[in-house]
Structure formats: structure tokens, C-alpha cells
């Protein structure tokens, strides 16, 4: 079936460096990715939608400076947390939409210190 | 606004008996509802989707029914397995908005052997 590659599992950066999270559909090609935070004991909220070869879409209340998202090719997106804070800590997700179903990235964890 | 709704947060059922989980959505303007299995720290696993013109899809021991007079969908599992033990998250997919997912909060099952 369709895999979708999320990378680095686990990152742990400083207050105020920025972290990229890559990810890749392995085996189709995803024109749309979405990304996904979830904060512990919580749902998946959507923060944006990655358009490959345009600007993402981010839901109400993201920040769309702060989460940089570049859905260069029809294989990858990335998702940059930039000026990192403690309180963006979180595990974060992405997919990618095939026929009927969508699949998920493995996660990030990311802990800001 | 919780626009799917997973009203229980946990549920222990016993090895061999039936597990059934719940969600309630407001919006009628889904396309079709999706079943996701979670483990911490990983991403959502698909298990079963059911499309809004249908009542019900099984695929072996999982059964997802739909009513949409109630707005209401279950998934049944059986006979439950101490493997099944995760989050499970319902998603319901909006027409024409791309193949976005909104979840629900997510329920834990505890299958106990």
C-alpha cells in the first residue's frame, strides 16, 4: 500500500533555532500533503494544507510565518518551525491523500528547550 | 467548534468480546468517515472507511455502521484482541475541500486478556 515517510521521528532544539520535518509519499504522488499537530490526550488538528507548486492554505489561528511549509515536488513537503518555542512542542503528522484513504507519517516529536 | 465529536475517552473491554467505539458528527456535508487506529508517538494507522451513501462496511473483524439520520457512526470490533489496545480516531472528510480530515478526540481501548 501507499506509505507516506515522515523524518526525524524525535527532535529536541533550542529555544529560538529552527527545525524542518520532511515529508515524502514513497510510493505515489501526492499533489495535496496536509500537516497535523496533536497536543497529548488531544485530536489531530489540521494547521495547513500543502499545495505542490503553490502556497499552502493554513487554518484559522496557525500562524503561517512560523510554519513554513514548501510542497516543492510531487513527493515531498516540508513543514519549518521557525523561532521555536516551548510551547510549540508537540507531535506533529503529515499525509497525503490517495484514492479513498489518507496516509500518515510516522510523526514528529518535537521538544523545544 | 468540534464538528466530530468521540464522546468516550476511554474503554476496557475483556479479550474475546465485542468493542464498540463511537462518534457523532454535526456537519452533514461529509463525503465519507474514516476509522484510525494510533499507538503513542506514532501516526494514524487506516483501518476501515465507510462513504456517506452507505450504512455499513466490514472488513473482517472490524464493522464501521453509519446512520445518518443521527449522525452517528460505530466501529465494532470482534472478537477484540489485546493487540487492538490504542487510540482509535474517527475522521469525516467534507466534500470538496480537498481531502481534508477533521478528527475526533480520540477514545482509548483497553482490551484486557
Known amino acids: 500500500g501507499a506509505v507516506v515517510s515522515q523524518h526525524p521521528s524525535r527532535v529536541i532544539c533550542k529555544s529560538g533555532t529552527s527545525v524542518k520535518i520532511e515529508c515524502r509519499s514513497l510510493?505515489?504522488?501526492?499533489?495535496?500533503m496536509f500537516w497535523y499537530r496533536q497536543f497529548p490526550k488531544q485530536s489531530l488538528m489540521l494547521m495547513a494544507t500543502?499545495?505542490?507548486?503553490?502556497?499552502?492554505?493554513?487554518e484559522q489561528g496557525v500562524e503561517k510565518d512560523k510554519f513554513l511549509i514548501n510542497h516543492a515536488s510531487l513527493t515531498l513537503s516540508t513543514l519549518t518551525v521557525t523561532s521555536a518555542h516551548p510551547e510549540d512542542s508537540s507531535f506533529y503528522i503529515c499525509s497525503a491523500r490517495g484514492k479513498t484513504e489518507a496516509f500518515f507519517g510516522q510523526g514528529t516529536r518535537l521538544t523545544v528547550v | 467548534d468540534q464538528q466530530v465529536k468521540q464522546n468516550s475517552p476511554s474503554l476496557s473491554v475483556q479479550e474475546g468480546r465485542i468493542s464498540i467505539l463511537n462518534c457523532d458528527y454535526t456537519n452533514s456535508m461529509f463525503d465519507y468517515f474514516l476509522w484510525y487506529k494510533k499507538y503513542p508517538a506514532e501516526g494514524p494507522t487506516f483501518l476501515i472507511s465507510i462513504s456517506s451513501i452507505k450504512d455499513k462496511n466490514e472488513d473482517g473483524r472490524f464493522t464501521v455502521f453509519l446512520n445518518k439520520s443521527a449522525k452517528h457512526l460505530s466501529l465494532h470490533i470482534v472478537p477484540s484482541q489485546p493487540g487492538d489496545s490504542a487510540v482509535y480516531f474517527c475522521a469525516a472528510v467534507p466534500y470538496n475541500q480537498g481531502g481534508k480530515l477533521i478528527f475526533g478526540q480520540g477514545t482509548e481501548l483497553s482490551v484486557k486478556p
Open positions: 510510493d505515489f504522488q501526492a499533489t495535496t
Open positions: 500543502s499545495n505542490e507548486g503553490s502556497k499552502a492554505t493554513y
